[in-house]
């Protein structure tokens, strides 16, 4: 049985109605995990510039690992997050937040300023620190879910 014209057209505004919905999530927590991004970046700028190593996207990459590793977990049975929350928090607030263009950017700097000791512990350290991070997520997400 086919639906009735009036019926499909319910059903198609309800859906370009969630994907317009889901969009602002994401945009929102795309903005606020960018903000957050930047002031890590003032708070640990002149300790970067000091030590001539990029500790504001360290720290970012690892807390974000950290953070979307929790959000995993805890929207993973939609008990405690639904759809639009776990859109706002994972795909907008860490999405804006940890960013690997940077983690690129600052590994090539280093390597073109032949800082190769530099340029390996920031690229080896960022990929265990972040699946660690990760990992810790995971546990403290299930552990907060019960």
């Excluded at 960013?99 to 073109?112: I, K, P």
């Excluded at 990929?127 to 546990?139: D, H, K, M, P």
Aim: proline letters at 3%; one cysteine or more.
């Amino acid at each position: 049985m086919r639906p009735r014209p009036t019926q499909t057209l319910r059903l198609r505004q309800l859906l370009v109605y969630k994907a317009s919905v889901s969009f602002v999530w994401v945009a929102i927590g795309g903005a606020a995990g960018s903000c957050l991004r930047y002031w890590v970046s003032l708070l640990l700028g002149p300790v970067s510039a000091a030590h001539g190593f990029p500790w504001s996207t360290f720290a970012v990459n690892a807390l974000g690992s950290l953070g979307l590793g929790m959000v995993f977990v805890l929207a993973e049975d939609r008990s405690w997050f639904g759809t639009d929350l776990r859109l706002l928090l994972g795909t907008g607030v860490m999405g804006g937040f940890t960013t690997y263009s940077a983690f690129n950017l600052e590994s090539v700097g280093l390597m073109q300023n032949e800082a190769w000791g530099r340029a390996a512990l920031y690229m080896a350290g960022t990929f265990v620190i972040c699946l660690v991070s990760g990992g810790v997520g995971l546990i403290i997400g299930r552990a907060l879910r019960g």
